[in-house]
Every structure is written in structure tokens, then in C-alpha cells.
């Protein structure tokens, strides 16, 4: 073979190598190309979830407030009930004083 077949053959080589290179940088890119159409899949998710999780804690916010309105109505209606039965419970003790006076019976403790 003579210095000039030598050099075709080297460019032949060449252009080959060339051409493997060329396809795996397509190969890179294409892959870059589905690896950021996942990112962008991953951040719209994201975004997603982030909506919701305020979506959640505005849920929370709401139920407690109600919950906290709710223990206050149910506080008032005991202290109410409280009343009530204290002044029923004086009434009663006043009935029985009367009823041992008429009786003449000794008072109970």
C-alpha cells in the first residue's frame, strides 16, 4: 500500500470515527432532550402538589376555626346548664328545709 492509500484509508477512518461521534451526540441530545421533558414533567407535578398542599392547610385552617367556635358554643351551653342546675339544686334544698320545718324532722346532712 503506498502513502496515498495509506492517507485515503487514515481519512476513511476518519470520516467513520466522525460519524460514529456525530451519532452519539445525537444519542446525548436525545436523551437530554427526554431527560428535561421529564423535568419539566417532575416541576408541573410539583406545582401541582404545592397547590394542593395549600389547598389542604386552608381545609385545616377552616376546621379549626369551626372547631374552635364550636368548643366555645359548647362551653357556653354548659356553663348555662351549670346554672340551671344550680339554682334547681337550691330550689330542691329549699323545698326539703320547708318539708322537714312542717314535719318537725331534723335537718339532713
Avoid: C, F, W
Amino acid at each position: 500500500m503506498n502513502s496515498d492509500e495509506r492517507i485515503l484509508k487514515a481519512l476513511e477512518d476518519l470520516k467513520d470515527g466522525q460519524k460514529t461521534l456525530q451519532a452519539d451526540v445525537n444519542s446525548i441530545k436525545d436523551i437530554q432532550q427526554k431527560h428535561g421533558e421529564r423535568l419539566e414533567s417532575v416541576e408541573s407535578g410539583q406545582k401541582e402538589l404545592n397547590a394542593k398542599v395549600d389547598n389542604v392547610e386552608l381545609k385545616v385552617e377552616v376546621i379549626h376555626e369551626y372547631q374552635q367556635k364550636a368548643h366555645g358554643e359548647i362551653m357556653g351551653i354548659m356553663t348555662d346548664i351549670s346554672e340551671i342546675n344550680g339554682q334547681e339544686q337550691k330550689k330542691l334544698e329549699k323545698r326539703v328545709e320547708r318539708i322537714e320545718e312542717h314535719l318537725e324532722l331534723p335537718p339532713m346532712k
